[in-house]
Structures are given as structure tokens and as C-alpha cells.
């Protein structure tokens, strides 16, 4: 098969990540695993597809209680089956590439390519533009997580051919233009995950004493910008700025995720209850499934949440939601206690590759990579629905780094048996 066209389907992979649809990047991912699967899995590989092969089955166990749509089920099935697709298209794709370091390349060159994009749509538009947070996020897009990875990539992983170029020049002004762009997002959770994957990178959130000593760094750092927060005001302006408004919106984190309220449903007035309104359908999930008794295998794909009034969703008025935003909610809605610790159990999979020895002549640790993915994976499913919301790229990387670990383990035996000759 040739090279370019492998570049051409990891491309589309990325592409259709970006455009954060379900439907495009699913049907892209079957289409490239059609045209890259092999006949092997690494065996690692082949655990981490186990592991999602079994969420999507608690799921699909509800059709022996099937109650909802044949729309509503499939949707789910999909959500639930995407992630799979994802990570073997990704996988099989980097396995056939000869250069291996392509596939970081590739997702640092368009991370290159939709930062100056962004920065130029900024440009052309931002003249006689109020500084508002959310009308400038709204217009110019609320994140980008190939930007995200790409910052990530330059900053741990060494050998990547772009930053290897003649042109440093043009190289440095193309990550000047990614770091300015990603700030441009205005994003909490691309901030916090980025942060999280670096450090875990470079071994900050080991449980030993250099992670204690970071973590211990973390929450005295984190402690006082909580304090700051506590104490901070925003302007009161019909047209605040734009620090202003985002400073708030960090203040409001806490709320607007994880401390639902009582909210009387026939309230005509629900400004009280849109800041924390993530956490208001966390906690009807949590009432739902408990009052169904559904503990275990939770309701099923199909299944939504009332919340109690209808609300304009996607430009049609809409009672029961078929996602909520928080993703450790959703699988639980969807796949009760079993598959939440199915899921959980990937996280844990995943960090625990800090303990799996490493060769020391590696440039690159991929085990750490993992681990990065691990946090990733985490702090995503807090605010959104983790590796199932339809621009996460967990999955797509994951099984990326799974080729280039198996192909490393491959070269490290090789020369070794060489070195025993």
C-alpha cells in the first residue's frame, strides 16, 4: 500500500476528529480500518479493544429491555462503537507506515495548519467585535484538541521531523502561532488536560517522591489561584472584558460541574439554574437510575433523562436527553456500575503503564505516552462525555502510540538478539 495514501487516511482521521461529527468521523474511522487492518494485534493492543468491546455489550444488553427508539439505540451503539474504530484505524494505519515518526508529525503539521487558520479568521473578523469571551468563542470556535496534541507533542517528544526543518524560522512562528491560537479557545478543560498529559509525561504524577513533590506543587499552586478566584469580582458591565469574563468563568468551574442544585422544575425562571447546569443533569442521572433500581447494567442505549421542562437544543425543543455532559454520568447511564468500572479500569490500565519497564535507549517513552492519555481520558469525562464526545482524539492516539510501542519493542529484541549473536 503506499505511504502516502496511509498519510492521506491518518489525515482524514484527524480531519474528521476536527469537524466534531459523530457521523463523519465513525463512517472516516470504519472506512480507513477497512483499508489498513492487518491480521494482528499487538497484545496490548488487543486488551485495550477487549476492554471497550465489553462496555459496548453492557450497553447493548438493553435490548432485552428495549424501550426507547430504534434511532436513540443505534446512536448509542454508534457513540459506544466509534471509540473502537478509532483507535484500530489509528492503529493499523501507523503499523503499515514505514516512517514511524510520521504519525506525530502529521498531527503536529495540522495543528500547524488549523492554528494559523484560526488566527487568520481572527484577524479578518475581530475588527469593530465587543470583547465578550463567550461571543468571541462562539464565533471563532470553543476549542481545538488537534491544536491541543500538537502543542502536547512538541513540547515532550523529541525526533519529530518538522522540528528538525532547515526552515527555524518558519518553524518557530508556526508554534508561536499553535500556543497563541490554543490560548485563543478560551478553553478551561484543553487547558487542564494539556497540563496534565506534559506532566504526566515527564513523570510529575508518579506515585513516588518526585510526583509527590509535584503534586505537592500542584495543590499549593492550585490552592492559591482557588483563593485568588474566592476573592476575585468580576466587572460589573453590561460588556465585560475579556479576562474578566474568563476569570469568571474559571470561578465557576466548581459549580457549573460538580455541585448540583434543587431546582423546582416549574420555575418559569431558570437563569438560577443554566451556571450549573452540567451538574443538574449529573445529579437527575443519579436520581433516574436509582429509582429504576438499573444499578448495575444502568438504562441502556436508547435511554435519556427527564429534565423536567423542555429547553432548545440544536434549534428544537427537546425534554429527554439522550447525553448529558459529564462523562462519568453518561456511562453510568448508559452502562450502570459494571461499565463504569469497565471504564474506569481503562484509565487505570493506562496509568499503570508507568510501572511497565522501559528500554533506557528509548527517545521517546511510550509508556508515558499512555499515561498522558490516562489523564486525558479523566479530566475530559469530568466535563464532557470523555472518549464518546465526537472530537475527543483519546482513542485516536492511543492507538497510534500502541503501533509505535509494539514496533519499538520489535527493534529493541531485534538488536539485542543482535548483541547476543
Known amino acids: ?30 472506512v480507513v480500518l477497512f483499508l489498513n487492518v492487518g491480521r494482528r494485534l499487538s497484545r496490548e493492543a488487543f486488551t485495550y479493544t477487549a476492554v471497550l468491546v465489553i462496555l459496548l455489550s453492557i450497553g447493548v444488553l438493553s435490548i432485552f429491555t428495549f424501550d426507547g427508539g430504534i434511532y436513540d439505540f443505534t446512536k448509542d451503539f454508534v457513540y459506544f462503537l466509534r471509540p ?38 481572527i484577524g479578518v473578523e475581530i475588527i469593530g467585535m465587543k470583547p465578550n469571551v463567550e461571543k468571541f468563542r462562539n464565533k471563532f470556535g470553543r476549542f481545538n484538541h488537534v491544536e491541543m496534541l500538537a502543542l502536547f507533542a512538541i513540547i515532550c517528544i523529541r ?31 484543553m487547558m487542564i488536560v494539556l497540563v496534565l498529559m506534559v506532566m504526566a509525561y515527564f513523570g510529575y504524577l508518579k506515585l ?7 503534586l505537592f506543587a500542584m495543590f499549593v499552586t492550585g490552592g492559591l489561584f482557588i483563593l485568588f478566584l474566592s476573592q476575585y469580582e468580576p466587572t460589573e458591565t453590561k460588556d465585560p472584558g475579556l479576562i474578566s469574563t474568563f476569570l469568571t468563568k474559571m470561578k465557576n468551574s466548581y459549580t457549573e460541574t460538580l455541585e448540583p442544585i434543587k431546582f ?35 438504562k441502556g442505549f436508547g435511554s435519556t433523562v427527564d429534565v423536567g421542562f423542555d ?11 439522550p447525553t448529558v455532559h459529564n462523562g462519568v454520568a453518561y456511562v453510568y447511564m448508559k452502562t450502570g456500575l459494571i461499565g463504569l468500572i469497565v471504564y474506569l479500569s481503562i484509565i487505570w490500565m493506562l496509568y499503570m503503564q508507568y510501572y511497565r519497564k522501559q528500554s533506557v535507549r528509548d527517545r521517546v517513552s511510550y509508556n508515558r505516552l499512555l499515561v498522558a ?33 509494539q514496533y519499538n519493542d520489535f527493534e529493541n529484541r531485534n538488536i539485542r538478539n543482535e548483541g547476543n549473536s
Open 208 to 214: 513516588n517522591a518526585r510526583g509527590a513533590v509535584a
Open 373 to 405: 492519555c490516562a489523564f486525558y481520558i479523566f479530566a475530559s469525562s469530568l466535563v464532557v462525555t470523555g472518549i464518546f464526545k465526537p472530537h475527543d482524539m483519546a482513542t485516536f492516539l492511543i492507538g497510534g502510540i500502541l503501533a509505535l510501542k
Open 159 to 189: 525526533g519529530i521531523p518538522v522540528k528538525k526543518t532547515r526552515f527555524k524560522a518558519l518553524y518557530q512562528f508556526f508554534v508561536l502561532c499553535l500556543a497563541v491560537s490554543f490560548l485563543l479557545y478560551f478553553s478551561r478543560t
Open 264 to 298: 423546582d422544575k416549574n420555575k418559569l425562571d431558570r437563569r438560577e439554574l443554566w451556571p450549573r447546569w452540567r451538574a443538574y443533569e449529573a445529579s437527575l442521572v443519579w436520581y433516574e437510575i436509582n429509582e429504576e433500581k438499573s444499578w448495575f447494567t444502568g
Open 84 to 121: 473502537i474504530t478509532l483507535m484500530l484505524a489509528s492503529y493499523f494505519s501507523v503499523k503499515n507506515l514505514e516512517k514511524k515518526s510520521d504519525f506525530f508529525n502529521l498531527i503536529v503539521l495540522a495543528g500547524f495548519t488549523f492554528a494559523f487558520a484560526h488566527l487568520v479568521h
Open 311 to 321: 429547553i432548545m437544543l440544536q434549534g428544537e425543543e427537546i425534554r429527554h436527553l
Open 1 to 30: 500500500m503506499s505511504q502516502n495514501f496511509i498519510r492521506t487516511g491518518i489525515v482524514l482521521l484527524i480531519v474528521a476528529l476536527w469537524t466534531q461529527n459523530l457521523e463523519i468521523s465513525f463512517l472516516v474511522s470504519v
